[in-house]
């Protein structure tokens, strides 16, 4: 790519950690034998594969056998959807998500929609977080599956998932929850949080693009979403991405390793950051919850226009995400940011900008100060 210079949109994705790089090398040159070969070639890979499941399910507090590859973050929550709607077609037709998901949720559940399950969509409060007693009072007897993401990816907000799950359990409800914002960057323990279905993506932590996975509980049964080979338990057919798979679970290792130090940096930086657009004067509101993604900050300017300040910033050399597109006659705001109201002549002006442990004090300064330049002009 075009390198910015300051690369500020890790919530977009992240680059790929030296480490994941050289264990993924071996499998991306000599070791290329397909795992579910039955010569020695295919011993490294297939060892290879399992190890990987193994790390991920060490980090998560999951066994490896309730951990399933996948191609992406997105395959994952559509599994996790489509698996329950078509393990027990008929059994029924409700399905309950938060209004702020990730679109891979919003559009398999409007999928699902037009095949005949009816879709509710939970409100959020302003800060962006379900209550549990709104999705208690949202489960009706022909609820089939709940899904609330456990963190924000434009505002950060972290849901309180363990509470919810546990509304949903006392129901007899599956829960899942799309964690690919959360995993590899907060503590995410499945069996504490009692969750039947978790996404992730390796790309949101330092692992290469196209690797994901979906953790599904011991004794919880979903439908393939495809049909072929018997790879992943008899689950999910296609051979395995092997070289992903192992990039994924050393990238997650690293991650869960330096996991409280690059929090507290992440969050020095940020209170950098809002410390420095503090004392300009600019007129701005913080967008999302207190407990929130470290490093995550959604902003939205009075009488600004965010996809203006992107493009201006990426002429600065920024790259940071922005809340609101324009088309040809008006604004469309994200739909996060409809559901948490942010305030008319506020909404237009959003920014999103996510942080990662490459960034330093004199580039979220930079951030700041060309915010400031951008938003006074
Ligand atoms: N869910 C959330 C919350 C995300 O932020 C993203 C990606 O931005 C996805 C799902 C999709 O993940 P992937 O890009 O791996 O398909």
Redesign the pocket.
Known sequence: MTKPIIYADH??TTALSPRAFEAMRPFLSDEYANPSTLYRAARIPRRAVASARERIAAALGASPEEIRFTS????A?NWALKGVAFRHPGRGRRIIVSAIE?H??LNTCAFLGRMGYEIVRLPVDAKGLVAPGVLESALTEDTVLVSV?YA??EIGTIEPVGELAAVARRRGVPFHT?A??AVGHIPVNVRELGVDML?A?A??FNGPKGA?FLYVREGFEIEPLLHGGGQEFGSRAGTENVAGIVGMAEALSEHVETLERDARKLETLRACLLARLEASGVRFLVNGAERRIPGSLSLSFYGADGEAILHRLDLMGIAVATGSACNSRETVLSHVLQAIGVPAGYARGSVRITLGIGNDEAQVLRIADCLVKIVSA
Do not use: I, L, Y
Not at 72 to 75: L, Q, S
């Open positions: 919530a977009a992406c973050g997105t395959e929550d990730h891979a949720v993401m924000n990816n799309d690919v914002q996404s993506s790309h949101k994901g």
